[in-house]
């Protein structure tokens, strides 16, 4: 949700590697769009809980949907006014052209990776539901984030696989 509000993908500009994973689970998640009427702001905060036994269930939000759906239609409701004040500001953010340069402004990290792979990172720390946003972490809290060009050969290739296929043989 806050993905399609803000039209930012989280954690763009960051190197996608063990780091960003601490940081997660102590907490760090992508800003909140400053428009984003606060019942959404607030919805999105309970889906990111760190525990799973906090964050609304599919049927929950469902329901919840549906509720402002039917609430947005009546003019003195709360979803009803946060909706029109965040159509102002999307219209004010288009009329100003600030939107026009987001695809340049939002080059993705060369190490920012948004496939599905297995994140074989040792000694997370236990996920935190002490929410912080700050996207852009110092380079320099994170030393090894630098870019690096490798070229491996077929049997580097092949021993790093026979290595995560030990390591998903481990957890299981």
Not at 133 to 149: K, R, Y
Request: charged share 30%.
């Amino acid at each position: 949700m806050n993905e399609y509000l803000s039209e930012e993908i989280p954690f763009n500009g960051i190197p996608h590697d063990e780091y960003l994973a601490i940081q997660i689970c102590k907490g760090l998640r992508p800003k909140i769009f400053e428009g984003t009427p606060k019942l959404f702001a607030d919805l999105i905060m309970k889906c990111w809980d760190a525990k799973a036994e906090n964050r609304p269930t599919s049927k929950e939000l469902y329901e919840i949907l549906i509720k402002w759906n039917e609430e947005k239609k009546k003019r003195n409701s709360e979803i009803y006014s946060q909706l029109k004040e965040y159509d102002k500001i999307n219209k004010n953010k288009l009329e100003s052209g600030s939107s026009n340069n987001k695809s340049e402004n939002n080059k993705p990290h060369p190490q920012a990776i948004y496939t599905s792979r297995l994140l074989n990172f040792r000694q997370l720390p236990e996920p935190s539901s002490q929410l912080y946003s700050d996207a852009t972490p110092s380079v320099s809290a994170n030393p090894i984030s630098e870019c690096l060009d490798v070229q491996l050969s077929e049997s580097d290739l092949i021993e790093i696989e026979q290595d995560e296929n030990n390591i998903i043989d481990d957890l299981n």
